[in-house]
């Protein structure tokens, strides 16, 4: 699985949109783009993946670019809830089963009122 | 739907002791896995089970076995264990999607 690069930490005022880069130049083809997120002491909770098109969803959206070398998590209200450790994992297509994601450490985005 | 459900919460254990950490999912999911997490760090894959009645190694497996009982159910055993297994623990399961859904986590102390 491609390894993924995201900045350690970023803050964002409340009711702002929070934006999270993540790069994975490395991505192969065959290869999605997921993103978790881990509030802190409890397990990670899935937000969103896409393969290259951009994905929206009732949590976030996601927006890959065209080469597929890196992606942006979009919160697009961020409340104080969303303060969190975010994850960027890319992995081979879903159907494969029993393939494992790989955690990095995450980028930690801190929503501040 | 309680999701994925561990026991116990938190444990404490001498050096050399033994236990086994416990998982069930109620989802129908065919893979489960084991993870876990050191302060500050990310998750790394101990064991993971793609479907029922196979286990295969993760990124850091020595120190740990697991059994996967039936579909529901997968449990994680330290033989004897060391003050580096300190650790949180996540039990995690995935349906055909191989999005995964994690438990709330055990905490454990080996002193």
């Known amino acids: 699985d491609a390894k993924t690069t995201q900045p350690t930490s970023m803050d964002c005022a409340e009711g702002r949109a929070a934006n999270l880069p993540c790069n994975h130049s490395?991505?192969?083809?065959?290869?999605?783009v997921y993103w978790y997120r881990q509030i802190h002491s409890q397990g990670p909770q899935y937000i969103i993946h896409g393969l290259k098109n951009n994905e929206t969803n009732e949590m976030a959206s996601l927006i890959i670019t065209e080469d597929r070398k890196s992606s942006t998590l979009i919160l697009p209200h961020a409340t104080l809830r969303d303060t969190a450790v975010y994850y960027c994992i890319v992995r081979v297509a879903p159907w494969n089963y029993g393939q494992n994601f790989v955690f990095g450490p995450g980028t930690r985005l801190s929503v501040l009122p | 739907n309680a999701g994925v459900t561990q026991t116990p919460k938190f444990q404490v254990l001498k050096t050399g002791q033994s236990m086994t950490l416990q998982c069930a999912q109620d989802m129908n999911h065919n893979s489960m896995y084991w993870y876990r997490q050191d302060p500050g760090m990310g998750l790394r894959l101990i064991y993971y089970s793609a479907s029922e009645g196979t286990t295969d190694k993760g990124e850091v497996p020595n120190g740990y076995n697991v059994s996967r009982l039936n579909k529901r159910e997968f449990s994680l055993r330290l033989e004897s264990a060391a003050p580096s297994q300190t650790s949180v623990y996540f039990c995690a399961s995935s349906d055909s999607t191989n999005e995964q859904y994690f438990g709330p986590g055990t905490r454990l102390t080996v002193t």
């Open positions: 490395t991505i192969s083809g065959n290869e999605y």
